[in-house]
Nanobody
Framework: QVQLEESGGTLAQAGGSLRLSCSAS????????MSWFRQPAQDQREFVAH???????VYADSVKGRFTISRDNSKSMAYLQMNRLKPEDTAIYYC???????????????WGQGTQVTVSS
């Protein structure tokens, strides 16, 4: 079992930056690929980025070059640094953990409760 808790979501201006944090507890953190997903209002949850235990990252095209995912295995933390924010980045952002490195929503083993990011134009 893994418990995930996100923090850092807030209201931001377009062009600004935010950093989201995900705290993990329970099972061995390094077993899991850590991912960020997001769900805009009245839309489906979508993959944003993930990082495996030794630091290999994958990004959605919509955030490539603007967002950076990272993890600190010593603290069981994952982060999402979001730069050059756009109004279309507005969504609930979820942290997720899975054993397979999948970018698919149904394949994730554990989810956090989500944190709201709102970007004003």
């Amino acid at each position: 079992q893994v418990q995930l808790e996100e923090s850092g979501g807030t209201l931001a201006q377009a062009g600004g930056s935010l950093r989201l944090s995900c705290s993990a507890s329970g099972d061995t953190f390094t077993r899991y690929t850590m991912s960020w997903f997001r769900q805009p209002a009245q839309d489906q949850r979508e993959f944003v980025a993930h990082v495996n235990w030794f630091g290999i990252t994958v990004y959605a095209d919509s955030v490539k070059g603007r967002f950076t995912i990272s993890r600190d295995n010593s603290k069981s933390m994952a982060y999402l640094q979001m730069n050059r924010l756009k109004p279309e980045d507005t969504a609930i952002y979820y942290c997720a953990a899975d054993l397979t490195g999948s970018i698919s929503v149904p394949d994730q083993d554990y989810w956090g409760q989500g944190t709201q990011v709102t970007v004003s134009s």
